[in-house]
Structure formats: structure tokens, C-alpha cells
């Protein structure tokens, strides 16, 4: 199983970017994927989940400012997220998991991660 994490960048704060992630090696549609992340000295954080139904769920740090979404066809997940400030950088992960339960404690698999860094 691979989940390739991708879209990272430097962006002002205020900007947007979008994080994509591409899945191999697992029936995509049969899982629940969420994106979660770990900043500078820090514990990894969950952002958001999606079923594999496409029901959603936003922490609310998140909530109003990023949208998760997925394409079961092109087995991608993908984070767009809009007024970004500094407390967003990170480094954002994918994740995978058979249940919502497993994407939010302990998912069955992980992206490699890609860089977010928001300048102010």
C-alpha cells in the first residue's frame, strides 16, 4: 500500500493550497481516509476525515477553512485549504483506515508526508 502525499509549498498567510494524495495497492473505496498534521515540536494532529461515502468531519481548527474530499474513481483524497495563517505549518499526512474509528486513533496506513510552511 502506498499514499502519496503531494501539494506542500510555501504560501503567505492568507493563501491557499492544495494537498493531494494518491493511493496504490488497496481497494481505496473501501476505506475512510483522513488528513492529519504534525507541526514543529508537536504531537501529530488529526484535520479532517472522510468516509469512504464521503460523509466529512473538520477539527475545528480547521472548520470553515478547509475542505476534504475524494474521488473514488482516481483513488485521491485531497485537502484544500483557504485562509491559511502560520499556525498551519506543518507537515500534513494521509492516512487510510478500514473504519472512521481507526482513521481517528491509530490508521491502518500513512502518506509520507508533504511540507506546509505559512509565512506571515
Known amino acids: 500500500v502506498q499514499l502519496q502525499a503531494s501539494g506542500g509549498g510555501l504560501v503567505q498567510a492568507g493563501g491557499s493550497l492544495k494537498l493531494s494524495c494518491a493511493a496504490s495497492g488497496l481497494l481505496f473505496g473501501n476505506y475512510d481516509m483522513g488528513w492529519y498534521r504534525q507541526a514543529p515540536g508537536k504531537e501529530r494532529e488529526m484535520v479532517a476525515h472522510i468516509s469512504s461515502g464521503g460523509l466529512t468531519y473538520y477539527t475545528d481548527s480547521a472548520k470553515g477553512r478547509f475542505t476534504i474530499s475524494r474521488d473514488n474513481a482516481k483513488n485521491t483524497v485531497t485537502l484544500q485549504m483557504n485562509s491559511l495563517k502560520p499556525e498551519d505549518t506543518a507537515v500534513y499526512y494521509c492516512?487510510?483506515?478500514?473504519?472512521?474509528?481507526?482513521?481517528?486513533?491509530?490508521?491502518?496506513?500513512w502518506g509520507q508526508g508533504t511540507l506546509v510552511t505559512v509565512s506571515s
Open positions: 492516512a487510510a483506515g478500514r473504519t472512521l474509528v481507526v482513521v481517528r486513533t491509530s490508521p491502518d496506513y
